[in-house]
């Protein structure tokens, strides 16, 4: 036991001895300016996720539309899901490509839509990768000026009702509108 308790003594005394060396030799210092230089991002919290969730259902059931509304963090991560009662199961898919494709351009899906159509050119954008959907129904969530996440809505009988279902959850949670004739 005591060669243990001396062995440990004497490891201590040496990582102290070679803690103190690196902070003299300005090692740690170093570690500091890295650590600034990290960058600073409002993560959107599960519980506001499943809050804009719930009301974007919420919104569509009162009008008797069977959807699934997905909402998804800053990176196009799942965060929280809600599928109705009744609501397709492709519904799932879309209302979570719907808010990957928002949060990954950091624009609503049906201006994105609009845009292709207009500039056949951009075509190539609905292939971009297997996560993406640009038909209407996915919205960004901004919070104090920064895109933290979107929601997307899927299953409404058009988009522009899966916008309007979308921008509940927008409005539930505080977030900036992004369908200005949705209210």
Not at 91 to 105: N, P, Q
Not at 148 to 173: F, M, N, Q, R, S
């Amino acid at each position: 036991m005591v060669v243990a308790i001396q062995s440990f003594t004497w490891g201590v005394g040496r990582i102290g001895v070679i803690a103190a060396a690196l902070l003299v030799a300005g090692g740690w210092s170093a570690v500091a300016p890295a650590a600034d230089e990290l960058p600073k991002e409002s993560v959107l919290p599960a519980a506001l996720a499943g809050k804009a969730a719930q009301a974007a259902l919420d919104f569509c059931k009162k009008d008797g539309y069977r959807i699934s509304a997905s909402v998804v963090d800053r990176a196009g991560v799942l965060r929280a899901m809600v599928r109705a009662d009744g609501a397709g199961p492709h519904t799932v898919d879309s209302s979570r490509k719907k808010a990957y494709t928002a949060a990954s351009l950091r624009r609503t899906t049906s201006d994105l839509a609009d845009l292709i159509a207009k500039q056949p050119s951009l075509q190539a954008l609905r292939e971009m990768n297997e996560s993406s959907l640009m038909v209407g129904g996915g919205l960004p969530i901004e919070i104090a000026g920064e895109v933290v996440g979107a929601i997307g809505v899927g299953g409404a009988p058009g988009t522009h009702l899966d916008d309007a279902c979308a921008e509940a959850g927008l409005d539930a949670i505080g977030a900036a509108s992004k369908i200005p004739t949705a209210k």
